[in-house]
């Protein structure tokens, strides 16, 4: 299928194979912590000796590459799906006709903050879910206890708050490409 359609995360959950001919002795070992697609470029980056980006969102793998766990790591995963383009229809008379006034678009994702204990889903038109995983890792079983749900739904609003759109900030475009603020400006050497 080309999108998911829900947020069960059997529709995200991807497995993944790497193998470093580097370090062989992890060879074939398993990583049950939570990993995200994000992870990938930094990783390759650490690989290949190259510097890792201060601009990427994931972490390197190296360190479970080697058959250790890095001292910190996420708690957590992420993952968002997003149907507005059902709605986005050129003809006037389309679906998508009395946007923006009606606010149609902005109301057509979710997002989805799961750990070891619970999942919590978070719409777009302000509904939300919340699964206990703890008891029940079929995704069945609902919470609606507040001392269960507001922790992970601020878990949610942080990553959120931490990924929010970055465009152009934490790097500098400078001679055609990217590079860091220059030696020098007299404002930043104030700091």
């Not at 959950?13 to 470029?41: C, L, Y």
């Not at 793998?61 to 080697?66: K, T, V, W």
Request: hydrophobic share 35%; aromatic share 10%; glycine share 8%.
């Amino acid at each position: 299928m080309k999108d998911k359609l829900g947020f069960f995360e059997s529709s995200y959950h991807i497995i993944g194979i790497i193998r470093d001919p580097k370090n062989p002795q992890a060879h074939g070992s398993v990583v049950n912590e939570f990993t995200e697609n994000v992870d990938i470029m930094p990783t390759i980056a650490e690989a290949i000796d190259a510097p890792v980006p201060l601009q990427c969102d994931g972490l390197p793998l190296g360190e479970f590459l080697r058959g250790k766990t890095p001292e910190r790591w996420r708690n957590g995963a992420s993952y968002e799906f997003d149907w507005r383009h059902i709605y986005i229809d050129d003809n006037p008379s389309g679906a998508a006709k009395n946007w923006p006034h009606d606010g149609r678009l902005e109301r057509q994702h979710l997002a989805v903050r799961r750990n070891r204990d619970c999942a919590y889903v978070q719409f777009g038109d302000g509904s939300w879910l919340a699964f206990d995983l703890a008891s029940d890792p079929t995704w069945r079983t609902t919470i609606d206890d507040p001392a269960k749900v507001l922790p992970i739904a601020q878990e949610m609003l942080l990553w959120r708050s931490h990924h929010t759109d970055r465009t152009l900030t934490g790097m500098l475009l400078e001679n055609g490409g990217v590079g860091r603020w220059p030696e020098g400006v007299a404002w930043r050497n104030q700091k």
